[in-house]
C-alpha cells in the first residue's frame, strides 16, 4: 500500500518535472534561443554519464565544429550564438579558434559581428592564426557596415603583436577620418591598446589624438580625452582650444566620458585659472563697467578684486546641471570638482545632490560618505542642514554606521551637541560592538572640541563603566584616559573609581590605560597605587606584552615617589621582566633598573630619572581619521584607501598668475540663440509654455543660497531634473546647455527701474484693474524684466554674467516679485521630494518674494497652467491680535545690556521671505554701551538681514530696531552673537510656528475649493474640547489670532469659523477650520502642503482653546 502509494507519488513528480521542462523548452524557442526539444550530440556527450569531464567537453567542441563548418548559414549562427554564451559563463572555447577563424570573411552580418566579438577575446592567446587573418580584416575596415569596420579595428588592437604595430598605426589614422563617430570612437579606444603595446609611438599618437579632440561629436569626446588622459596627460595645450567645446558638449556625453571628462577639465583649471580661494578676496562681477579704471590702475601694486576668468565660470556653470545625473559616479565627479574648483561660497550648491546619493547602494554609501566625512572637516556648515540624513540606521553595514559616526561628531557643534549625544547614547547600545566602541570614541572626541559638554560627556563613560560587555567598558576607559589628562586635577574620584574595577576588566589596552593613570597620577592615590601594584606582580607572567610594559612604568614610578612601600614589589617586577620572552620588555626592565636604581656604572641619567618619567605630558589630541585625506583628489581611490595608488595625478596648485586666456579663442565659435535688447520701452510679447514648467518647478522650491550675496538671482535659466531647487543665487549666470540662452539684468537702467518701480506700485493700489497684455506677464516670466536678452558671443556672455551677479538694481527684484507670485498653494502634480521635508530646511532664498499679489499677473498665468490657485486668493495685513513679547538677553547675562524681542506681524521691509522681527534693546547699566551690533550667525546658510550698528546706548535708554530673518518654514531656532565693543552674547530667535505665516483672504467658495485639492496626508485634524468662555466667534477669531498670524475667512455658517494664510517662505497655502458641535467639542482640521507646520500648529491651537 506505500509502495504504491510511493510510485504515485514518484510519478506525478516526473510528470510534473517533465511538464515544467516543456514549458521553458516553449519560453525558450519564443524568446528565439533556438534550443532543440530533444538533446543534441554535445548536450547527450556532456550529460553521459561514463565519459570524463574531459572526453564530454572535446565531444561537444567537435560538435560544434561540424557546424561551424557547415555550409548552412543557420547552423553556424546557431554555433557561434553557443560559443560566445559559454564565453559568457566563463568557459573556454580557445580550441575552436580555426574553426571560428575561417568565418570571419562570412557575408552574414549577424555571424559576423559574432566572430568578432569571438576574436577579441581570444586574439591575443592566439596569435599566430589571428594574424593570418589580418588581410581579411583590412578589407573588413573598408566595408560600408560600419560596426564590422569598428569591429574590424577592436580586433586588429587586441592582437598583442610588435609585428603589426604599422598597420595597426595605418588602420588608426584612417579610422579617426572615418565618416562614422562610432568608428572613430573605436578609434580612440584603439589608440590606448597600441599605446601600451608599443610606446614609442607616443608622438603619431598625439597627433591623432589632437585631430580627434577637434571632433564635434558627443559620441567621441568622451573616448579621445580617455585616451588623451592615458597616452599624454600633461600636454594641457592640446585642450586650449577644445576646452569650451568640451565645456558645452559635456552634457550631452555619455555617463562615463562625463567622468573621465570633468576629472581632466578639473586639473586643467587647476592650471589655468587663479584661485578663487584668495584670503579677503572680493568678487568684483561688474568688470565690464570698470574696464576703463583697471587699465589706468595695472601698474599698481596694490591688491585688486578677484575677477572670475569666464572660462572658469564657464565650466562650473555646465557641469552643475549634471548633479542631477543618475549616475553616482557623474554626480561624485561634479561635486569634487566644485569642491577643488568653486568659490568657497559656492561649494554647497553640491550637498543635496551628495545627500540624495546616501539613498543608494550601500558601495555607493561608502564612497560618497568618505568624501561627505573630508569635507565636513573644513566646512561644516555645508552639511548641518542635512544633519538626520547621518543618523544610523540599524541595517547600516558597520563600516557605514562608522563613517556616519564620523560625519555626525565633525559636525558636532555647540547648537546641536545635545540631539547628538542623544543619538550617541543609542548607538552605544548596539549590538554590534566595533560600532559602539566607535560611539565611545566619538563621544570623547566631542568632549575634547566642545568644551561646554567635556563634563556631561564625561560622566556619561563613568556611567559606562558599569556596562556589562567588556569591550564597552575597555573603549570607555581608553577615552576617560584621554580626557583626564586634559584636566586631571578634577577627577581623582574617577581614578579610584577605574581602579576599583581593573579586577574585572581584561581588555589589554584597557588594563593598560588604568595602570598608566595609577602611574601618571600616583600621587593623587597614594593609597591604591600601591595596592594596584601588588595584584599585578602576582599576574605579571600571564599578562599581554603592552600590559607588562605598563606595570614596568607604574613600579618605576611608585619606586620614585613612594619607595618606602614599593620598592621590594619593584625590585620583584623587574626581576621578572628580566628573563621575559619579549626582547622589548627585557629591554625596558634592564633600561628602568639602571635608571632608577644608581649605582656604580649608572651614569649621570640616574640623577633625571624623576624629571624623565614623571615630566607633564601634553595632552592627546583626539582627531579625525579624516583629517589629513583632503590632500588627495576627492573621488580618486588614493583618496579612499588613504594612500597614493598607481596611476594618481597630483592635483596641480592654483598659479600665482593666470596663463594667458586668449590661447582658448577660437574663430568659430557655435551662436547662441539671439534677441536685440528694447530699451525704455514695454516688455516684449513671448510665448511662455517654454518655460512655464521650469520657473514653476523654481517657484516650488526656492533656490539656495550660499549667504554671501555676491551673485543675486538676476538671469534666467532652465536646467533639465527633478531638483531644481538646487539652484542658487549663482542663477545669475546660468544658461542652459540645451538652449544656450544667456539673459542678464546688470544691464538695466536706473530709468527703466524707476518705471518698473512706478508699475510695481500701481499694481498694489489697484488690484482689480483690467489685467494687463499677455506679453507683460510672459516677459516677466522670461526672467528679462523690461529689458529682452542681451545679445553676445558665447564667451561675451559669461563675463556679462559675472558682471551682473553683484547688482542690486531694483528691476531684478521686480522680476523676481512677479515671477515668484503664482506659488500661494501647493502644486498638486508635482512629486514630493524627500529632501522637501521640514528636516531638511533648505538654505535661505536671497530672491525677493512678493508681499503684495497682482491681480492681472495671476489670472495670465492661470492661462499657462502654472499654477492651480484661485486667483482671489490675497494677502492682507494682520487683524488686531495680543502681541507676546520674547526675552532675548537678560540684563544680568547681557552685563547691562538687556534685550527683548516681538512679531509686528508686517510684511519685512527687507526681502518678502523673512518674517519682521522687532528687537528692543535697554541698556540697563550705570555706563553707555556701544557699537551694538549682530555677529556670527547659526547655521551658517541662516540668511539674516541685520539692524545698523547701534553707535551708543546712553544708561536706562531704550531703542527699537527691525530685523528679518528668513526662517525657511522651519521653527529651527536662528542663532547668533549680540555684540557689543567689549562682549559677546550667544542669544536665540525661537520662532511659533503661527508667527512663520502671513495672513491672506478668500471668499468661502475658493476656500472650500482649495481644502480640497489638499487632502490626504496635507491635511491633520483633530476633536478638541472647548473651554466655555471660547465658543462664541468673536473669542474663536481672538484665540486663533493669538496663535497664528491667519486672516479670517467670511463664512455663511454660524457653526463654522475658517481662517487663511500663507507661509512666509515659500508661500504654502495654510488653511485652519473649525466646526462647533452641539456639546462643547468642535473638530478643528488644517490644510497644508507643510505637514510639518501642521501637526505643529494643530497642538498650539488645540491648547489656546482648552485654555479658559
Same mark, same amino acid.
Given at each position: 500500500?506505500?509502495?504504491?502509494?510511493?510510485?504515485?507519488?514518484?510519478?506525478?513528480?516526473?510528470?510534473?518535472?517533465?511538464?515544467?521542462?516543456?514549458?521553458?523548452?516553449?519560453?525558450?524557442?519564443?524568446?528565439?534561443?533556438?534550443?532543440?526539444?530533444?538533446?543534441?550530440?554535445?548536450?547527450?556527450?556532456?550529460?553521459?554519464?561514463?565519459?570524463?569531464?574531459?572526453?564530454?567537453?572535446?565531444?561537444?567542441?567537435?560538435?560544434?565544429?561540424?557546424?561551424?563548418?557547415?555550409?548552412?548559414?543557420?547552423?553556424?549562427?546557431?554555433?557561434?550564438?553557443?560559443?560566445?554564451?559559454?564565453?559568457?559563463?566563463?568557459?573556454?572555447?580557445?580550441?575552436?579558434?580555426?574553426?571560428?577563424?575561417?568565418?570571419?570573411?562570412?557575408?552574414?552580418?549577424?555571424?559576423?559581428?559574432?566572430?568578432?566579438?569571438?576574436?577579441?577575446?581570444?586574439?591575443?592567446?592566439?596569435?599566430?592564426?589571428?594574424?593570418?587573418?589580418?588581410?581579411?580584416?583590412?578589407?573588413?575596415?573598408?566595408?560600408?557596415?560600419?560596426?564590422?569596420?569598428?569591429?574590424?579595428?577592436?580586433?586588429?588592437?587586441?592582437?598583442?603583436?610588435?609585428?603589426?604595430?604599422?598597420?595597426?598605426?595605418?588602420?588608426?589614422?584612417?579610422?579617426?577620418?572615418?565618416?562614422?563617430?562610432?568608428?572613430?570612437?573605436?578609434?580612440?579606444?584603439?589608440?590606448?591598446?597600441?599605446?601600451?603595446?608599443?610606446?614609442?609611438?607616443?608622438?603619431?599618437?598625439?597627433?591623432?589624438?589632437?585631430?580627434?579632440?577637434?571632433?564635434?561629436?558627443?559620441?567621441?569626446?568622451?573616448?579621445?580625452?580617455?585616451?588623451?588622459?592615458?597616452?599624454?596627460?600633461?600636454?594641457?595645450?592640446?585642450?586650449?582650444?577644445?576646452?569650451?567645446?568640451?565645456?558645452?558638449?559635456?552634457?550631452?556625453?555619455?555617463?562615463?566620458?562625463?567622468?573621465?571628462?570633468?576629472?581632466?577639465?578639473?586639473?586643467?583649471?587647476?592650471?589655468?585659472?587663479?584661485?578663487?580661494?584668495?584670503?579677503?578676496?572680493?568678487?568684483?562681477?561688474?568688470?565690464?563697467?570698470?574696464?576703463?579704471?583697471?587699465?589706468?590702475?595695472?601698474?599698481?601694486?596694490?591688491?585688486?578684486?578677484?575677477?572670475?576668468?569666464?572660462?572658469?565660470?564657464?565650466?562650473?556653470?555646465?557641469?552643475?546641471?549634471?548633479?542631477?545625473?543618475?549616475?553616482?559616479?557623474?554626480?561624485?565627479?561634479?561635486?569634487?570638482?566644485?569642491?577643488?574648483?568653486?568659490?568657497?561660497?559656492?561649494?554647497?550648491?553640491?550637498?543635496?545632490?551628495?545627500?540624495?546619493?546616501?539613498?543608494?547602494?550601500?558601495?555607493?554609501?561608502?564612497?560618497?560618505?568618505?568624501?561627505?566625512?573630508?569635507?565636513?572637516?573644513?566646512?561644516?556648515?555645508?552639511?548641518?542642514?542635512?544633519?538626520?540624513?547621518?543618523?544610523?540606521?540599524?541595517?547600516?553595514?558597520?563600516?557605514?554606521?562608522?563613517?556616519?559616526?564620523?560625519?555626525?561628531?565633525?559636525?558636532?557643534?555647540?547648537?546641536?551637541?545635545?540631539?547628538?549625544?542623544?543619538?550617541?547614547?543609542?548607538?552605544?547600545?548596539?549590538?554590534?560592538?566595533?560600532?559602539?566602541?566607535?560611539?565611545?570614541?566619538?563621544?570623547?572626541?566631542?568632549?575634547?572640541?566642545?568644551?561646554?559638554?567635556?563634563?556631561?560627556?564625561?560622566?556619561?563613560?563613568?556611567?559606562?563603566?558599569?556596562?556589562?560587555?567588556?569591550?564597552?567598558?575597555?573603549?570607555?576607559?581608553?577615552?576617560?584616559?584621554?580626557?583626564? +589628562?586634559? +584636566?586631571?586635577?578634577?577627577?581623582?574620584?574617577?581614578?579610584?573609581?577605574?581602579?576599583?574595577?581593573?579586577?574585572?576588566?581584561?581588555?589589554?589596552?584597557?588594563?593598560?590605560?588604568?595602570?598608566?593613570?595609577?602611574?601618571?597620577?600616583?600621587?593623587?592615590?597614594?593609597?591604591?597605587?600601591?595596592?594596584?601594584?601588588?595584584?599585578?606582580?602576582?599576574?605579571?607572567?600571564?599578562?599581554?606584552?603592552?600590559?607588562?610594559?605598563?606595570?614596568?612604568?607604574?613600579?618605576?614610578?611608585?619606586?620614585?615617589?613612594?619607595?618606602?612601600?614599593?620598592?621590594?614589589?619593584?625590585?620583584?617586577?623587574?626581576?621578572?621582566?628580566?628573563?621575559?620572552?619579549?626582547?622589548?620588555?627585557?629591554?625596558?626592565?634592564?633600561?628602568?633598573?639602571?635608571?632608577?636604581?644608581?649605582?656604580?656604572?649608572?651614569?649621570?641619567?640616574?640623577?633625571?630619572?624623576?624629571?624623565?618619567?614623571?615630566?607633564?605630558?601634553?595632552?592627546?589630541?583626539?582627531?579625525?581619521?579624516?583629517?589629513?585625506?583632503?590632500?588627495?583628489?576627492?573621488?580618486?581611490?588614493?583618496?579612499?584607501?588613504?594612500?597614493?595608488?598607481?596611476?594618481?595625478?597630483?592635483?596641480?596648485?592654483?598659479?600665482?598668475?593666470?596663463?594667458?586666456?586668449?590661447?582658448?579663442?577660437?574663430?568659430?565659435?557655435?551662436?547662441?540663440?539671439?534677441?536685440?535688447?528694447?530699451?525704455?520701452?514695454?516688455?516684449?510679447?513671448?510665448?511662455?509654455?517654454?518655460?512655464?514648467?521650469?520657473?514653476?518647478?523654481?517657484?516650488?522650491?526656492?533656490?539656495?543660497?550660499?549667504?554671501?550675496?555676491?551673485?543675486?538671482?538676476?538671469?534666467?535659466?532652465?536646467?533639465?531634473?527633478? /531638483?531644481?531647487?538646487?539652484?542658487?543665487?549663482?542663477?545669475?549666470?546660468?544658461?542652459?546647455?540645451?538652449?544656450?540662452?544667456?539673459?542678464?539684468?546688470?544691464?538695466?537702467?536706473?530709468?527703466?527701474?524707476?518705471?518698473? +518701480?512706478?508699475?510695481?506700485?500701481?499694481?498694489?493700489?489697484?488690484?482689480?484693474?483690467?489685467?494687463?497684455?499677455?506679453?507683460?506677464?510672459?516677459?516677466?516670466?522670461?526672467?528679462?524684466?523690461?529689458?529682452?536678452?542681451?545679445?553676445?558671443?558665447?564667451?561675451?556672455?559669461?563675463?556679462?554674467? /559675472?558682471?551682473?551677479?553683484?547688482?542690486?538694481?531694483?528691476?531684478?527684484?521686480?522680476?523676481?516679485?512677479?515671477?515668484?507670485?503664482?506659488?500661494?498653494?501647493?502644486?498638486?502634480?508635482?512629486?514630493?521630494?524627500?529632501?522637501?521635508?521640514?528636516?531638511?530646511?533648505?538654505?535661505?532664498?536671497?530672491?525677493?518674494?512678493?508681499?503684495?499679489?497682482?491681480?492681472?499677473?495671476?489670472?495670465?498665468?492661470?492661462?499657462?497652467?502654472?499654477?492651480?490657485?484661485?486667483?482671489?486668493?490675497?494677502?492682507?495685513?494682520?487683524?488686531?491680535?495680543?502681541?507676546?513679547?520674547?526675552?532675548?538677553?537678560?540684563?544680568?547675562?547681557?552685563?547691562?545690556?538687556?534685550?527683548?524681542?516681538?512679531?509686528?506681524?508686517?510684511?519685512?521691509?527687507?526681502?518678502?521671505?523673512?518674517?519682521?522681527?522687532?528687537?528692543?534693546?535697554?541698556?540697563?547699566?550705570?555706563?553707555?554701551?556701544?557699537?551694538?551690533?549682530?555677529?556670527?550667525?547659526?547655521?551658517?546658510?541662516?540668511?539674516?538681514?541685520?539692524?545698523?550698528?547701534?553707535?551708543?546706548?546712553?544708561?536706562?535708554?531704550?531703542?527699537?530696531?527691525?530685523?528679518?530673518?528668513?526662517?525657511?518654514?522651519?521653527?529651527?531656532?536662528?542663532?547668533?552673537?549680540?555684540?557689543?565693543?567689549?562682549?559677546?552674547?550667544?542669544?536665540?530667535?525661537?520662532?511659533?510656528?503661527?508667527?512663520?505665516?502671513?495672513?491672506?483672504?478668500?471668499?468661502?467658495?475658493?476656500?472650500?475649493?482649495?481644502?480640497?485639492?489638499?487632502?490626504?496626508?496635507?491635511?491633520?485634524?483633530?476633536?478638541?474640547?472647548?473651554?466655555?468662555?471660547?465658543?462664541?466667534?468673536?473669542?474663536?477669531?481672538?484665540?486663533?489670532?493669538?496663535?497664528?498670524?491667519?486672516?479670517?475667512?467670511?463664512?455663511?455658517?454660524?457653526?463654522?469659523?475658517?481662517?487663511?494664510?500663507?507661509?512666509?517662505?515659500?508661500?504654502?497655502?495654510?488653511?485652519?477650520?473649525?466646526?462647533?458641535?452641539?456639546?462643547?467639542?468642535?473638530?478643528?482640521?488644517?490644510?497644508?502642503?507643510?505637514?510639518?507646520?501642521?501637526?505643529?500648529?494643530?497642538?498650539?491651537?488645540?491648547?489656546?482653546?482648552? +485654555?479658559?
Amino acid at each position: 500500500m506505500d509502495c504504491s502509494g510511493m510510485d504515485a507519488g514518484f510519478s506525478s513528480l516526473r510528470s510534473e518535472a517533465a511538464g515544467a521542462m516543456r514549458t521553458v523548452l516553449v519560453s525558450a524557442e519564443n524568446l528565439q534561443l533556438t534550443l532543440k526539444p530533444e538533446l543534441s550530440q554535445e548536450e547527450q556527450s556532456l550529460t553521459h554519464t561514463n565519459s570524463s569531464p574531459k572526453d564530454s567537453h572535446k565531444a561537444g567542441n567537435e560538435d560544434l565544429k561540424e557546424m561551424l563548418e557547415s555550409n548552412k548559414e543557420s547552423l553556424k549562427l546557431e554555433a557561434m550564438k553557443r560559443i560566445v554564451g559559454l564565453i559568457a559563463k566563463g568557459k573556454s572555447a580557445s580550441e575552436l579558434f580555426p574553426a571560428v577563424v575561417k568565418n570571419v570573411a562570412s557575408k552574414n552580418i549577424e555571424l559576423k559581428k559574432l566572430v568578432y566579438v569571438y576574436l577579441v577575446r581570444y586574439a591575443e592567446k592566439q596569435q599566430d592564426l589571428a594574424l593570418l587573418s589580418i588581410s581579411t580584416f583590412q578589407r573588413a575596415l573598408k566595408d560600408p557596415n560600419q560596426f564590422i569596420r569598428a569591429s574590424a579595428l577592436r580586433v586588429l588592437s587586441s592582437i598583442r603583436v610588435p609585428i603589426i604595430v604599422p598597420i595597426m598605426m595605418l588602420a588608426i589614422k584612417e579610422a579617426a577620418a572615418d565618416l562614422s563617430p562610432y568608428v572613430r570612437k573605436t578609434s580612440a579606444h584603439a589608440i590606448q591598446k597600441l599605446y601600451s603595446l608599443d610606446p614609442d609611438q607616443k608622438e603619431q599618437l598625439i597627433e591623432v589624438i589632437e585631430k580627434l579632440l577637434k571632433d564635434k561629436s558627443t559620441l567621441v569626446a568622451g573616448s579621445v580625452v580617455m585616451a588623451f588622459e592615458e597616452v599624454c596627460p600633461d600636454r594641457i595645450d592640446l585642450i586650449h582650444k577644445n576646452y569650451r567645446k568640451l565645456c558645452n558638449l559635456l552634457v550631452d556625453v555619455e555617463e562615463w566620458g562625463q567622468v573621465v571628462i570633468i576629472s581632466m577639465l578639473t586639473r586643467y583649471a587647476r592650471t589655468q585659472f587663479t584661485s578663487p580661494w584668495t584670503e579677503g578676496a572680493e568678487f568684483d562681477e561688474n568688470k565690464a563697467f570698470y574696464d576703463s579704471d583697471s587699465e589706468e590702475k595695472k601698474d599698481q601694486t596694490e591688491a585688486k578684486p578677484y575677477i572670475m576668468d569666464p572660462d572658469h565660470r564657464l565650466l562650473l556653470r555646465n557641469t552643475k546641471p549634471l548633479l542631477q545625473s543618475r549616475n553616482t559616479a557623474v554626480v561624485m565627479a561634479v561635486a569634487q570638482l566644485y569642491w577643488h574648483l568653486a568659490p568657497k561660497h559656492e561649494v554647497s550648491i553640491v550637498t543635496k545632490s551628495l545627500v540624495r546619493l546616501l539613498r543608494s547602494h550601500r558601495e555607493v554609501q561608502y564612497i560618497v560618505l568618505q568624501n561627505i566625512a573630508t569635507m565636513s572637516i573644513q566646512r561644516k556648515g555645508m552639511f548641518e542642514p542635512f544633519i538626520k540624513s547621518f543618523y544610523v540606521r540599524s541595517t547600516d553595514a558597520t563600516h557605514i554606521k562608522t563613517l556616519k559616526l564620523e560625519i555626525l561628531t565633525n559636525l558636532a557643534n555647540e547648537a546641536n551637541i545635545s540631539t547628538i549625544l542623544r543619538e550617541f547614547q543609542t548607538y552605544v547600545k548596539s549590538q554590534d560592538k566595533a560600532f559602539a566602541a566607535a560611539t565611545i570614541q566619538a563621544i570623547g572626541r566631542c568632549a575634547t572640541n566642545i568644551s561646554e559638554v567635556t563634563d556631561t560627556c564625561l560622566n556619561g563613560l563613568v556611567l559606562l563603566l558599569s556596562n556589562r560587555d567588556e569591550t564597552v567598558v575597555a573603549e570607555s576607559i581608553v577615552v576617560i584616559k584621554k580626557l583626564l +589628562q586634559t +584636566q586631571p586635577t578634577q577627577h581623582g574620584d574617577i581614578i579610584k573609581h577605574m581602579a576599583k574595577l581593573f579586577d574585572n576588566v581584561t581588555v589589554p589596552m584597557a588594563r593598560a590605560s588604568i595602570l598608566w593613570l595609577m602611574g601618571e597620577y600616583c600621587e593623587k592615590v597614594p593609597k591604591i597605587a600601591p595596592d594596584v601594584l601588588r595584584k599585578m606582580a602576582k599576574t605579571f607572567t600571564a599578562e599581554e606584552d603592552i600590559v607588562k610594559l605598563q606595570t614596568v612604568n607604574l613600579a618605576a614610578k611608585l619606586y620614585l615617589t613612594n619607595s618606602k612601600q614599593t620598592k621590594l614589589l619593584t625590585q620583584y617586577i623587574l626581576n621578572l621582566g628580566k628573563y621575559d620572552q619579549n626582547y622589548d620588555i627585557r629591554d625596558r626592565t634592564r633600561f628602568i633598573r639602571q635608571l632608577i636604581v644608581p649605582n656604580e656604572k649608572s651614569g649621570a641619567l640616574s640623577k633625571y630619572a624623576r624629571r624623565i618619567l614623571l615630566a607633564p605630558k601634553p595632552a592627546p589630541g583626539l582627531e579625525s581619521a579624516f583629517k589629513d585625506r583632503d590632500r588627495y583628489q576627492l573621488g580618486t581611490l588614493s583618496h579612499s584607501l588613504n594612500l597614493k595608488a598607481t596611476g594618481y595625478q597630483e592635483l596641480p596648485d592654483w598659479p600665482a598668475v593666470a596663463p594667458d586666456q586668449s590661447v582658448r579663442n577660437v574663430e568659430i565659435v557655435e551662436p547662441l540663440r539671439e534677441s536685440a535688447p528694447i530699451v525704455g520701452k514695454t516688455k516684449q510679447p513671448k510665448s511662455d509654455k517654454f518655460y512655464s514648467d521650469d520657473e514653476d518647478e523654481k517657484e516650488e522650491e526656492g533656490s539656495d543660497s550660499s549667504g554671501s550675496g555676491s551673485e543675486d538671482s538676476s538671469s534666467s535659466s532652465e536646467e533639465s531634473g527633478s /531638483e531644481s531647487e538646487e539652484e542658487s543665487s549663482e542663477d545669475s549666470e546660468k544658461t542652459s546647455s540645451d538652449s544656450g540662452k544667456s539673459s542678464s539684468g546688470s544691464e538695466k537702467s536706473s530709468s527703466e527701474s524707476e518705471s518698473d +518701480q512706478k508699475k510695481k506700485k500701481k499694481t498694489k493700489k489697484a488690484p482689480q484693474k483690467k489685467s494687463k497684455p499677455a506679453g507683460d506677464s510672459d516677459s516677466d516670466e522670461n526672467g528679462n524684466g523690461p529689458v529682452g536678452q542681451a545679445s553676445s558671443s558665447s564667451s561675451e556672455s559669461s563675463s556679462d554674467s /559675472e558682471s551682473d551677479s553683484e547688482s542690486d538694481s531694483p528691476a531684478p527684484k521686480k522680476k523676481t516679485e512677479e515671477k515668484a507670485k503664482p506659488k500661494v498653494a501647493v502644486n498638486s502634480k508635482k512629486e514630493v521630494s524627500l529632501l522637501d521635508l521640514d528636516d531638511f530646511s533648505p538654505a535661505p532664498t536671497n530672491a525677493p518674494k512678493p508681499s503684495v499679489l497682482s491681480q492681472s499677473l495671476l489670472s495670465d498665468l492661470e492661462g499657462l497652467s502654472l499654477s492651480n490657485i484661485s486667483s482671489t486668493v490675497q494677502v492682507t495685513t494682520s487683524s488686531f491680535g495680543p502681541l507676546k513679547t520674547y526675552e532675548l538677553l537678560h540684563h544680568m547675562t547681557g552685563k547691562g545690556l538687556s534685550a527683548k524681542y516681538h512679531f509686528p506681524r508686517q510684511p519685512c521691509l527687507y526681502q518678502p521671505s523673512m518674517v519682521a522681527v522687532q528687537v528692543i534693546l535697554t541698556n540697563s547699566s550705570d555706563h553707555a554701551l556701544e557699537e551694538i551690533h549682530i555677529g556670527d550667525q547659526s547655521p551658517a546658510s541662516l540668511n539674516i538681514h541685520c539692524f545698523n550698528t547701534i553707535e551708543r546706548l546712553e544708561p536706562g535708554a531704550s531703542v527699537t530696531v527691525s530685523m528679518g530673518i528668513d526662517f525657511s518654514d522651519s521653527t529651527q531656532a536662528a542663532n547668533f552673537q549680540l555684540c557689543t565693543k567689549e562682549d559677546q552674547f550667544s542669544v536665540s530667535i525661537q520662532p511659533a510656528v503661527g508667527e512663520l505665516l502671513m495672513a491672506s483672504t478668500m471668499t468661502e467658495q475658493d476656500f472650500c475649493k482649495e481644502q480640497g485639492k489638499l487632502q490626504g496626508m496635507n491635511e491633520a485634524s483633530a476633536t478638541i474640547t472647548m473651554a466655555t468662555a471660547n465658543a462664541s466667534r468673536q473669542a474663536i477669531n481672538k484665540q486663533v489670532l493669538s496663535v497664528a498670524n491667519v486672516g479670517e475667512v467670511p463664512s455663511s455658517q454660524n457653526n463654522f469659523s475658517r481662517f487663511a494664510g500663507q507661509t512666509v517662505s515659500s508661500r504654502a497655502l495654510v488653511l485652519v477650520s473649525l466646526e462647533l458641535s452641539e456639546s462643547s467639542g468642535a473638530l478643528l482640521t488644517i490644510n497644508t502642503e507643510k505637514s510639518v507646520m501642521a501637526s505643529m500648529l494643530l497642538q498650539d491651537l488645540k491648547q489656546a482653546f482648552a +485654555q479658559a
